[in-house]
């Protein structure tokens, strides 16, 4: 009897371990994904000052596949523009479609749906700039979770 419980609670570990991975490759690949998708969005905005409608449409169908329901989410409500802020449609679909990120990381994608909802005003080139200046604060945390820095130096910024 004692190593039938024994047995069990070495499987019950290695289940959880084998969840707890599987957990943690989602998270890389939607991390990969987003960093990807954010770097089409910053070149096709600064290169070709494509219309958001454009962008998106074209993020659903070539853009990484981790972010594919995201980018259609966002085009889909793009059509009820009028209606609400690109921000708020920007903040739904990340909290529908990138729940497995961590705070910090909806958190910068949340003021980067920000700068894009400011994107297509009468000031774009300095709306532009502050698109780069997000996304510039949020590569720390890029590098942070691709394991590229050390957790000390992510404490000191």
């Not at 529908?96 to 003021?111: H, K, Y």
């Amino acid at each position: 009897m004692n190593l039938f419980g024994a047995s069990l609670i070495v499987v019950a570990g290695f289940y959880i371990g084998f969840l707890k991975a599987s957990e943690i490759r989602r998270r890389v690949a939607a991390l990969r994904g987003v960093c990807t998708m954010t770097e089409l969005i910053r070149n096709e905005i600064s290169s070709r000052r494509t219309p958001m409608d454009e962008l998106f449409s074209m993020l659903q169908k070539s853009g990484p596949k981790t972010t594919e329901s995201f980018a259609a989410s966002v085009c889909d409500r793009l059509k009820s523009l009028d209606e609400s802020s690109f921000s708020e449609l920007w903040n739904e679909s990340v909290s529908e479609n990138l729940s497995c990120l961590p705070q910090r990381c909806t958190t910068a994608l949340c003021e980067l749906g920000a700068s894009l909802g400011r994107y297509e005003g009468s000031k774009a080139k300095s709306k532009r700039k502050n698109v780069h200046r997000t996304l510039r604060r949020a590569e720390p945390y890029r590098s942070a979770r691709l394991g590229l820095i050390t957790e000390e130096k992510w404490r000191l910024n």
